[in-house]
C-alpha cells in the first residue's frame, strides 16, 4: 500500500531499522504482555521523535509524527497507543520549554534536557490531554507541604506503566486567591510511594503496558510543578490545547496504522472482487487523509479551539472508516485465515479501542454541534 510505505519510509528517517526489528518479532509476541516492542522502542531512538532538536531530539513535525506512528501501528497497536503518552507529553512540556519566556523552573528544564540522552520514556496521568477537565475532582490528590507537594491518588490505565522513568499527573493546587487551580506535577518513576499494579485484563492491547499506578504520599518538589503565574495566567491552558490536539492526532493515527495492516494483507494477497478491495483500500486512504490534513494544519499554525474542532472531527471520521475497513478486510481475509491464526482476528479487534478515548463521540456531539453553529467550543 503506497501510502503505508510512505509511512514506513517516514519512520525509517527518524529511527532506523525500527520497523524492521517489529516485524521479525510474531505478531501474538509483539502484542502479548511482557512484548519486547517498548524495548525496541527505546533502543531505536523512539524517545527523540517530537522532542526540539535543541534538547536533543528530531523535532519532527505534526505530518511526520502521524506517518510514523502509522507505521508502528500497522506493525503493533499496543507500541502505538503506549508511545502516544509519551509523544504527546513531550509536545505539551518542550512547546513551553521552546518559548523564551521562562515559563519553565530550571529544575523542569534540565529533566527535559536528559530525555534524549537517558531515553527516558514519559508516561501520562492527565485524563489524555482532556481539555477543561473539572480541577476540582483530580485523579492525584496533592497536600502542600515544606519546599514542594504530597500526592496521594491512582491513575489507571496508565500505558508505559512498567517501562515509564517520568510521571506526568494532573493535580489541584492552592490558588492566590485560595481557591483550586489546575497545575501539572513531574513525577520520577522511582520516587519512593509510586507503585505499578496489575490492571488491563483484555488480551487486545495487552504490550501497552497499560496498568495501574498509585501515589502514596510521595514528594514532588515545587520546582518540577508547572503551574500558572499572575504574569502567565494561560500556562496551563496552552498545555492543555497543545496536549488534546497532538494526542487526538497520534493516537488516531496508531489505529489508522492497525487497519492499514489488515487492508495491506487483503490487497497483497488479492482477496475478493477489485471493488471489495478498492472499497477497503478507499476507506484506509478517506482517514489517512483526514488525519494527515489536520496534522499539516497544525503544522502550519491553526491552533486554539479550531485546531480542537478539527482533530476531532478528523479522529470521528476516522474511527468510522476505520472500523468498517478492518470488519471488511477480516471478511476478505477468510475463513481459514481466520482458522488457522488468530493474528489477523486480534488485529482487527485492535481497531476498536479508538472509539474508548475521550473525549467520546456522544460527549463531544452537543459541543461541536454549537461550535458549527459559531460558538465558542466548550468540551467541560
Given at each position: 500500500?503506497?501510502?503505508?510505505?510512505?509511512?514506513?519510509?517516514?519512520?525509517?528517517?527518524?529511527?532506523?531499522?525500527?520497523?524492521?526489528?517489529?516485524?521479525?518479532?510474531?505478531?501474538?509476541?509483539?502484542?502479548?504482555?511482557?512484548?519486547?516492542?517498548?524495548?525496541?522502542?527505546?533502543?531505536?531512538?523512539?524517545?527523540?521523535?517530537?522532542?526540539?532538536?535543541?534538547?536533543?531530539?528530531?523535532?519532527?513535525?505534526?505530518?511526520?509524527?502521524?506517518?510514523?506512528?502509522?507505521?508502528?501501528?500497522?506493525?503493533?497497536?499496543?507500541?502505538?497507543?503506549?508511545?502516544?503518552?509519551?509523544?504527546?507529553?513531550?509536545?505539551?512540556?518542550?512547546?513551553?520549554?521552546?518559548?523564551?519566556?521562562?515559563?519553565?523552573?530550571?529544575?523542569?528544564?534540565?529533566?527535559?534536557?536528559?530525555?534524549?540522552?537517558?531515553?527516558?520514556?514519559?508516561?501520562?496521568?492527565?485524563?489524555?490531554?482532556?481539555?477543561?477537565?473539572?480541577?476540582?475532582?483530580?485523579?492525584?490528590?496533592?497536600?502542600?507541604?515544606?519546599?514542594?507537594?504530597?500526592?496521594?491518588?491512582?491513575?489507571?490505565?496508565?500505558?508505559?506503566?512498567?517501562?515509564?522513568?517520568?510521571?506526568?499527573?494532573?493535580?489541584?493546587?492552592?490558588?492566590?486567591?485560595?481557591?483550586?487551580?489546575?497545575?501539572?506535577?513531574?513525577?520520577?518513576?522511582?520516587?519512593?510511594?509510586?507503585?505499578?499494579?496489575?490492571?488491563?485484563?483484555?488480551?487486545?492491547?495487552?504490550?501497552?503496558?497499560?496498568?495501574?499506578?498509585?501515589?502514596?504520599?510521595?514528594?514532588?518538589?515545587?520546582?518540577?510543578?508547572?503551574?500558572?503565574?499572575?504574569?502567565?495566567?494561560?500556562?496551563?491552558?496552552?498545555?492543555?490545547?497543545?496536549?488534546?490536539?497532538?494526542?487526538?492526532?497520534?493516537?488516531?493515527?496508531?489505529?489508522?496504522?492497525?487497519?492499514?495492516?489488515?487492508?495491506?494483507?487483503v490487497l497483497q494477497r488479492g482477496r475478493g472482487s477489485v471493488g471489495?478491495?478498492?472499497?477497503?483500500?478507499?476507506?484506509?486512504?478517506?482517514a489517512a487523509g483526514l488525519l494527515e490534513g489536520t496534522a499539516r494544519?497544525?503544522?502550519?499554525?491553526?491552533?486554539?479551539?479550531?485546531?480542537?474542532?478539527?482533530?476531532?472531527?478528523?479522529?470521528?471520521?476516522?474511527?468510522?472508516?476505520?472500523?468498517?475497513?478492518?470488519?471488511?478486510?477480516?471478511?476478505?481475509?477468510?475463513?481459514?485465515?481466520?482458522?488457522?491464526?488468530?493474528?489477523?482476528?486480534?488485529?482487527?479487534?485492535?481497531?476498536?479501542?479508538?472509539?474508548?478515548?475521550?473525549?467520546?463521540?456522544?460527549?463531544?456531539?452537543?459541543?461541536?454541534?454549537a461550535y458549527f453553529n459559531g460558538e465558542p467550543l466548550d468540551l467541560?
Amino acid at each position: 500500500m503506497r501510502s503505508l510505505d510512505t509511512a514506513r519510509e517516514t519512520s525509517e528517517r527518524y529511527h532506523p531499522g525500527l520497523v524492521k526489528a517489529l516485524a521479525e518479532i510474531p505478531y501474538a509476541e509483539r502484542e502479548a504482555a511482557g512484548s519486547p516492542v517498548i524495548d525496541l522502542f527505546r533502543a531505536h531512538d523512539g524517545v527523540a521523535l517530537l522532542v526540539p532538536v535543541a534538547y536533543g531530539g528530531h523535532g519532527a513535525d505534526p505530518l511526520d509524527a502521524v506517518r510514523v506512528q502509522r507505521a508502528l501501528g500497522a506493525l503493533s497497536p499496543s507500541l502505538a497507543a503506549a508511545v502516544t503518552m509519551h509523544h504527546f507529553t513531550a509536545a505539551m512540556l518542550y512547546a513551553l520549554a521552546d518559548d523564551d519566556t521562562g515559563r519553565l523552573t530550571e529544575a523542569q528544564l534540565s529533566l527535559l534536557h536528559s530525555v534524549v540522552p537517558e531515553q527516558r520514556l514519559m508516561a501520562s496521568g492527565w485524563a489524555e490531554g482532556r481539555t477543561q477537565q473539572n480541577i476540582l475532582t483530580p485523579a492525584v490528590t496533592a497536600v502542600a507541604v515544606k519546599g514542594g507537594y504530597r500526592l496521594n491518588g491512582s491513575k489507571k490505565p496508565c500505558s508505559l506503566a512498567g517501562s515509564m522513568d517520568l510521571l506526568t499527573a494532573s493535580i489541584a493546587v492552592p490558588g492566590a486567591g485560595g481557591e483550586p487551580e489546575l497545575a501539572l506535577a513531574l513525577i520520577p518513576a522511582a520516587s519512593p510511594g509510586l507503585t505499578v499494579h496489575p490492571f488491563w485484563g483484555n488480551d487486545v492491547l495487552a504490550a501497552a503496558e497499560s496498568d495501574e499506578i498509585q501515589l502514596a504520599d510521595v514528594f514532588v518538589p515545587e520546582d518540577l510543578v508547572v503551574r500558572t503565574s499572575e504574569e502567565d495566567p494561560h500556562r496551563i491552558e496552552d498545555l492543555q490545547n497543545a496536549g488534546f490536539v497532538w494526542f487526538e492526532l497520534l493516537i488516531s493515527a496508531g489505529y489508522l496504522g492497525a487497519a492499514s495492516g489488515l487492508v495491506e494483507h487483503v490487497l497483497q494477497r488479492g482477496r475478493g472482487s477489485v471493488g471489495d478491495r478498492t472499497d477497503a483500500a478507499i476507506r484506509i486512504e478517506a482517514a489517512a487523509g483526514l488525519l494527515e490534513g489536520t496534522a499539516r494544519a497544525v503544522r502550519d499554525g491553526v491552533g486554539g479551539e479550531e485546531a480542537v474542532a478539527q482533530v476531532l472531527v478528523a479522529r470521528f471520521a476516522a474511527q468510522e472508516a476505520l472500523n468498517r475497513a478492518a470488519d471488511q478486510a477480516l471478511e476478505l481475509l477468510g475463513g481459514l485465515d481466520f482458522i488457522r491464526s488468530a493474528d489477523h482476528a486480534k488485529q482487527a479487534v485492535a481497531v476498536r479501542p479508538l472509539a474508548f478515548h475521550p473525549p467520546s463521540r456522544a460527549s463531544a456531539a452537543e459541543a461541536l454541534l454549537a461550535y458549527f453553529n459559531g460558538e465558542p467550543l466548550d468540551l467541560s
